[in-house]
């Protein structure tokens, strides 16, 4: 158990819909990090938030878009979905943004489902 | 830009066999090297990483990784392969100038058969 939990397992909805995935980062962990793995793209970064503030973007549609709170929990929302959006969502904290050679601890994952 | 290639989709060994799962990369400046694991329907875990020092890097469960900076290599081996060791490895890289995303290869899957 990697300590960073995310919320839902699995959803599945409808094309056009919009889903929230929600992350819980490890305890002290100030950085989060979002993923989207799919077959044929692997593994892809989509944005980066530390302490509550955007620090780093990747291969984020315009249609996705994230935050972190207060809390440091963080949210991923995807409006417009597309049937090619069906991925497995990961989320992945560590404990800086400064010291870039500390490893990143990953959630379990959300499965989206878009029918 | 950053990028990590993996060459083997897929890697087969025999229980008790060296295994070997190769890694190269390519950085404009020198690199902070991780794997990661995947098991099937969980998150990617962490093996081990280099980021400066003895090239030998040694992981968990008996995972070791050696850097070869000519080579830009970054290949992760264990002496003795288990059944259990059946899982998605992925190398990654990051730049050590600036706060540059975690670039991950695509993924090869080792299959330890008993």
């Known amino acids: 158990d990697s300590g960073v939990t995310q919320t839902p397992k699995h959803l599945i909805t409808a094309t056009g819909q919009r889903v929230t995935l929600r992350c819980s980062p490890r305890s002290g962990d100030l950085s989060v990090y979002w993923y989207q793995q799919s077959l044929d793209q692997g593994l892809q970064f989509l944005i980066q938030y530390y302490n509550g503030e955007e620090r780093a973007k990747g291969n984020i549609l315009e249609r996705f878009s994230a935050q972190q709170f207060p809390d440091l929990h963080s949210e991923l929302n995807l409006s417009s979905l597309e049937l090619g959006d069906s991925a497995l969502y990961f989320c992945?904290?560590?404990?800086?943004?400064?010291?870039?050679?500390?490893?990143?601890?990953f959630g379990p994952g959300t499965r989206l489902t878009v029918l | 830009a950053q990028s990590v290639a993996q060459p083997e989709d897929q890697v087969n060994v025999a229980e008790g066999n060296p295994l070997t799962v190769k890694c190269t990369y390519s950085v404009s400046g020198n690199p902070y090297l991780f794997w990661y694991v995947q098991y099937p329907n969980r998150g990617l875990q962490f093996l081990l990483k280099?980021?400066?020092?003895?090239?030998l890097v040694k992981g968990s469960y008996g995972f070791e990784a050696e850097f070869n900076k000519s080579q830009t290599s970054f290949h992760l081996k264990k002496p003795s392969a288990l059944v259990s060791d059946s899982a998605l490895y992925f190398c990654a890289v990051r730049d050590m100038k600036g706060n540059t995303p975690l670039v991950f290869g695509k993924g090869t899957r080792l299959s330890v058969i008993a």
């Open positions: 280099y980021i400066t020092g003895d090239n």
């Open positions: 992945a904290s560590s404990t800086s943004v400064g010291q870039v050679y500390n490893e990143q601890f």
